[in-house]
């Protein structure tokens, strides 16, 4: 995702892409729309025209309004995958912590068992 994003002046793009979905032509609009993708975009750009896009999910083309309520679709879906990967990085995060703390417990207990009577010479 971070190599479509790289190098690219989104506030361009973004004013090229919202002068586009003004287009009289319906397929000017229609690829316009289908520019706005999540993985394509960073998130306050992609959101940012995404609302621009809701106004096109009733336009009279019917392509048009498929591929602005398509933009919906993307966005739930990207959405629901970060969570979900926000969720196992932060299980992965508790599990390590969980076994850096037995780690330590178990070196603790070793070095305990092995050390020689404080009344030994």
Do not use: Y
């Not at 989104?10 to 919202?18: H, L, N």
């Not at 392509?63 to 979900?84: C, P, R, Y």
């Amino acid at each position: 995702m971070e190599n479509a994003r790289a190098g690219v002046d989104w506030e361009t793009e973004a004013a090229r892409i919202a002068a586009e979905m003004e287009s009289a032509d319906d397929e000017v609009r229609a690829r316009a729309v289908r520019e706005i993708c999540p993985c394509r975009m960073p998130w306050p750009v992609f959101n940012r025209m995404r609302k621009m896009a809701k106004q096109l999910q009733h336009d009279p083309d019917p392509k048009v309004a498929k591929n602005a309520l398509h933009i919906e679709v993307d966005a739930t879906q990207v959405m629901a995958f970060e969570g979900s990967f926000e969720r196992i990085r932060e299980r992965m995060e508790t599990v390590e912590e969980e076994d850096s703390r037995s780690s330590l417990k178990r070196r603790r207990q070793r070095s305990r068992s092995h050390r020689p009577c404080a009344c030994m010479p």
